[in-house]
């Protein structure tokens, strides 16, 4: 059943017990984003939170999607795969060859029910226009600052309504958008997505572009917005096929643009294509760093409705795992069935680790038939989709449970060899990558961990677990005073996890030259990870989200082979022009200041937030280099 409105859907979690209402004032700025950063990264994602008193007439609604359960009630089903299952019987009943007549009529009704799936637009004022704000002001809303480096207060949940100027084509997409005052704001479109591309066109046409902002209604809108959906293909449809119920449309009061008209605020406004660009920014974003300040297009803001009642969705990004983890695990599960039907039938499923932030890591399950068919798919979703963006995938046969981060890596132990299973490609990467030598462009690495066929097979250097008691630890910190601590796993990849103080490095080429030098060491040494100092070198989910976020996979794995065997060396520690020629900046990770920790540990209570949760942040704190949203070496 759809929801009629954002407070029909807050009232379905209240009854499942997924919601907490906060009574007390709480400051949009920092304060909200610090406690739902606690509940983010509890158990389960904890519990969505609607923040009553923030100073403004509009309650915040916040981690509502934050949980598999809430994700399942935020789409109306009761399973994740249920919605890929709906796809496949559509899909199944629209394409099955029709023998006769009967055959024919009897998909009738599926196309009806497709038909009753498409947006209409409907005459006269929507609910979301009880109340006309013809002279607007932002600063009625409770938009949130997030960070303590953030440039300033963002809109963050937001539908941003566009159309294609040539082809009328509708886009519905989820740009962040930075408040410079009461009537402007940033508009943090990336190169790649269908937003900019339909602005390039409004400017080549020397026109300005109309844009509708949508905030809140039925889950699914928003929901909808985030969908990997191919170009071209409008959300509101996909939104009329996840609710059952076509999406109604109304007219913008100030813009040539239709809006959701059960939705519970809009931004109307336009963006002039003759105007240079703003610089928007710094944010924390979901990759776990600041984006750095950038110049993107200004969205003069021309009008704001709203419901009577109204509330104002939000969400925060951060270090993983948060809402937005939870929102990309809908999309693996729902937009699995396509891939399959589409593209690569061979594929059984995949995964997308909270601790790989959506791109940096994929894990592919597929029914292998001949050699070169884990490279043959590698290359195929490379090629798909936001599947572009994808930095490390690896690829495993069908007995494989990939949900099993365990039996993954004893997998890739059994089959990955370092001279040939390792497969390295270059692409677009999301801008958002900061570790890549070029803006938004970068290597990729894929790593074949099949069985093999005979053909594939070119030695005997898979990363077998070694059984010796040889001491790494004491041999290497004896020879290099600039090693700090030593972590080995040889249960897991034979893996030797190195923190040093890069202080007191001079070239990690050399480093790790030396490293391979040393007599017995591979045989002990499989992988060795480079860290910085200051990560928890016994935190295994914070080692891996730094590693796929600080290395580019070409430039940062250097192999070593000689007679004493092969290994794979791998430099995730933090970037300078100094050490590695590095010349781009380098991002700060996010974790609030100690002045908001201390009042949200001092006013939990009162709250009435339940049991006390810590501060995230604590944990994370050495890895904040100094203040500010970038790391001056």
């Known amino acids: 059943m759809p929801y009629s409105s954002l407070h029909h859907f807050i009232k379905t979690l209240e009854v499942n017990k997924e919601l907490i209402r906060v009574k007390e004032y709480v400051n949009p700025e920092l304060e909200i984003t610090e406690i739902v950063d606690r509940f983010s990264k509890s158990f389960n994602g904890g519990k969505a939170l609607l923040f009553e008193n923030n100073g403004t007439d509009f309650p915040v609604l916040i981690n509502a999607f934050g949980s598999e359960r809430r994700m399942c009630i935020a789409l109306g089903i009761d399973d994740l795969n249920d919605i890929g299952k709906n796809i496949r019987k559509l899909f199944g009943e629209l394409t099955e060859p029709k023998k006769g007549i009967l055959d024919k009529l009897r998909v009738l009704p599926t196309l009806s029910n497709v038909a009753s799936w498409m947006p209409k637009i409907k005459k006269g004022k929507g609910s979301c226009q009880e109340v006309i704000h013809y002279d607007p002001d932002l600063n009625i809303l409770p938009i949130l600052k997030c960070w303590p480096e953030d440039g300033g207060r963002f809109v963050t949940l937001p539908m941003v309504i566009t159309k294609d100027p040539v082809t009328g084509l ?7 958008m930075q408040v410079f005052n009461k009537s402007l704001t940033g508009m943090h479109w990336h190169m790649h997505k269908v937003g900019a591309r339909h602005y390039s066109e409004y400017k080549r046409l020397e026109q300005k572009m109309p844009v509708a902002v949508a905030l809140g209604g039925d889950p699914v809108y928003t929901y909808s917005a985030t969908a990997p959906l191919p170009d071209n293909i409008d959300e509101f449809v996909f939104a009329g096929f996840l609710r059952k119920k076509r999406v109604e449309l109304v007219k913008c009061i100030t813009q040539d643009i239709e809006v959701p008209i059960d939705v519970d605020i809009i931004i109307e406004g336009f963006i002039d294509t003759k105007e240079d660009f703003i610089l928007e920014g710094p944010f924390g974003d979901h990759t776990g760093f600041y984006s750095l300040a950038d110049m993107y297009p200004k969205l003069h803001v021309t009008c704001i409705t709203h419901r009577k009642n109204a509330i104002y969705p939000a969400t925060i990004v951060g270090i993983p795992p948060m809402e937005d983890a939870w929102i990309g695990k809908a999309t693996e599960r729902i937009f699995l069935t396509p891939i399959k039907i589409s593209m690569l039938p061979e594929i059984i499923d995949f995964c997308l680790p909270f601790v790989g932030v959506a791109h940096n890591l994929v894990i592919v399950k597929i029914k292998k038939s001949y050699p070169g068919h884990a490279i043959k798919v590698m290359n195929s979703l490379w090629g798909a989709g936001q599947m572009m963006f994808n930095k490390v995938l690896i690829v495993v046969d069908q007995e494989v449970d990939i949900h099993n981060y365990n ?227």
């Open 170 to 176: 509708r886009n519905v997409g989820m740009y962040r």
């Open 407 to 633: 039996e993954v890596i004893n997998i890739m132990a059994k089959n990955v060899d370092i001279l040939s299973d390792l497969h390295f490609s270059m692409g677009p990467l999301d801008i958002l990558d900061h570790a890549s030598t070029n803006y938004a462009y970068g290597s990729k690495l894929g790593i074949d961990a099949t069985t093999k066929f005979n053909e594939e097979i070119k030695g005997n250097n898979n990363l077998e677990i070694s059984k010796s008691k040889f001491l790494i630890k004491e041999l290497l910190q004896n020879q290099f005073p600039e090693i700090t601590d030593i972590y080995c796993l040889k249960e897991l990849l034979n893996l030797t996890i190195i923190a040093i103080d890069k202080t007191k490095v001079n070239n990690m080429a050399d480093f790790i030259g030396n490293l391979g030098k040393i007599d017995n060491l591979r045989r002990e040494m499989k992988i060795a990870l480079i860290i910085d100092k200051e990560v928890d070198i016994n935190d295994l989910n914070m080692i891996v989200w730094l590693t796929l976020g600080n290395i580019d996979p070409k430039r940062d794995t250097i192999i070593v082979k000689d007679e004493a065997g092969t290994s794979l060396f791998i430099d995730a520690t933090r970037k300078s022009f100094s050490k590695d020629k590095f010349d781009r900046d380098w991002p700060n990770i996010i974790v609030s200041d100690d002045e908001t920790i201390t009042k949200i540990d001092e006013s939990w209570a009162k709250l009435g937030l339940g049991d006390f949760i810590g501060s995230p942040s604590l944990k994370y704190k050495k890895l904040f280099q100094g203040k500010g949203p970038k790391i001056e070496f």
